[in-house]
């Protein structure tokens, strides 16, 4: 990148407007002696402070970085069929962010590599490296991050698996298995060590850290909200999730990009392929949302598929506390008759997996032909004894769980359990932001389901 090209720019288009230097600075609302260095190309602004300029001065922060000149270094078509796989006129791309470099975390190499083979699938003359990158403790417990390499210049993308309690590490002679605490903290020393050399850096985190304290009741921390603007301090450009428990949180890092990928076409054809007898009709299928707060994700299903909605009022205790959760007091079904229908229950997250079970249980008890459990992330706090029996009982069909984050072999080995791949879902993702492309027909999968339920199954 010609830091000097850049200044130059800056400084020509500030000049048309005819402003200067402490006018310019006065908007950006930093010093004069800031924009004096950015015009000498000393340095150059801050993502955030990037994206209002450009706004300001008419132009693009693609421009701005490049000087003045159209950033496209090569063209890419995508090399499969978008018809068959669902993805409508992504067409001839351009390439604006440099060479796409992948930094898999801990637990998460074979995971980045299946990344980059579908990146290679994806377009013919992608540029792709993956990077080693050393997580090192000692024997206090401190840590450091080590790159392999140098990224400059280059559109990184950290691959991070906040929910892997499988980790371990030593500490005082002890072993510890690591927490989404200590994943976050490898994640921001592997920021330091990039050290603000790469073009930019991107998360993958489909596990959001600390999504679930997203808001603030009485006098609580706000976790969530705090990482994310930390990250955003330190420079991250973008961040990916999955199914995040509430988007306004991404309301606290407003300047960058914060994107969340619901696996909704991958369930539907993993659900149609283990079980192609299923029918998604309202007189065959029925959707329940296990409580009100999943009831958005719930009717994207059923508005998808064209069935009809359930859903349970649950209501916990404000004083019961006790293995990490309030106790529920009331679980009541409301919604269309469920007798000798099909039944998906479809969740973000199971952990104790208590409140799904019981949800399945009442709903079996109705009269429900097959239940069918659809979980983003699935961690089984508890083990999975309690869902063996109400498989072996027949309260259970089946329980889709996404390798968006770490399956224990206790669970993938169950008679239950059926996998939902999302690893080229998210290659697409990436593909897309590098390229500077609209991610909309990645994240929208209106298209992608009824294509596949009019053609796929077929």
């Not at 600075?25 to 801050?46: C, H």
């Not at 990916?240 to 309301?251: G, I, L, S």
Request: aromatic content about 12%; overall charge negative.
């Amino acid at each position: 990148m010609n830091t000097t090209a850049t200044g130059q720019y800056i400084q020509n288009l500030r000049k048309q407007h005819g402003w200067s230097q402490k006018e310019l600075a006065d908007m950006l609302n930093v010093s004069f002696q800031a924009v004096s260095k950015w015009e000498r190309g000393d340095n150059l602004p801050d993502s955030g402070i990037l994206l209002y300029m450009a706004k300001l001065l008419n132009t693009t922060t693609d421009k701005i970085l490049s000087g003045g000149n159209t950033v496209v270094q090569k063209s890419k078509r995508v090399s499969i069929s978008d018809e068959k796989e669902g993805f409508f006129s992504l067409g001839n791309m351009t390439y604006f962010f440099g060479e796409i470099v992948l930094l898999p975390l801990r637990g998460m190499k074979k995971y980045t590599e299946k990344i980059q083979q579908y990146l290679y699938e994806i377009a013919d003359d992608v540029d792709v490296s993956i990077i080693d990158l050393e997580l090192l403790r000692f024997q206090t417990g401190d840590a450091k991050a080590v790159l392999g390499e140098s990224v400059r210049g280059k559109d990184v993308y950290l691959v991070v698996d906040m929910g892997n309690y499988s980790e371990t590490y030593n500490i005082h002679g002890f072993e510890n298995h690591m927490s989404p605490d200590e994943h976050y903290m490898d994640l921001t020393r592997t920021i330091s060590a990039i050290g603000g050399k790469a073009a930019r850096i991107n998360v993958i985190s489909p596990f959001l850290y600390s999504a679930k304290q997203d808001r603030r009741i009485l006098r609580e921390s706000l976790d969530c909200a705090i990482a994310l603007q930390q990250l955003y301090s330190v420079g991250v450009s973008n961040i990916m999730a999955f199914d995040v428990h509430d988007d306004r949180v991404q309301n606290a890092v407003p300047f960058i990009g914060f994107d969340k990928l619901m696996p909704i076409y991958q369930a539907v054809k993993s659900l149609s392929t283990a079980y192609p007898d299923i029918s998604f009709d309202r007189n065959h299928t029925v959707v329940v949302s296990p409580d009100f707060g999943g009831m958005e994700r719930n009717y994207t299903y059923s508005d998808e598929l064209g069935i009809d909605l359930g859903v349970f009022y649950k209501r916990r205790s404000h004083t019961d506390f006790s293995d990490g959760n309030y106790a529920i007091q009331i679980h009541k079904y409301f919604g269309p008759d469920v007798k000798g229908k099909d039944v998906l229950i479809v969740d973000d997250i199971i952990a104790s997996g208590e409140t799904v079970l019981d949800v399945a249980t009442q709903l079996s008890s109705m009269g429900a032909k097959r239940i069918f459990v659809v979980s983003t992330f699935g961690f089984f706090t508890k083990g999975t004894e309690k869902f063996d029996e109400a498989y072996r009982n027949k309260i259970i069909e089946a329980v889709f769980i996404t390798n968006a984050s770490y399956v224990s072999e206790e669970i993938t080995s169950a008679p239950w359990y059926q996998e939902i791949d999302v690893i080229k879902y998210i290659s697409y993702y990436i593909y897309c932001v590098n390229s500077g492309s609209s991610i909309a027909k990645v994240i929208d999968p209106h298209k992608k389901i009824q294509n596949y339920l009019k053609n796929g199954k077929e």
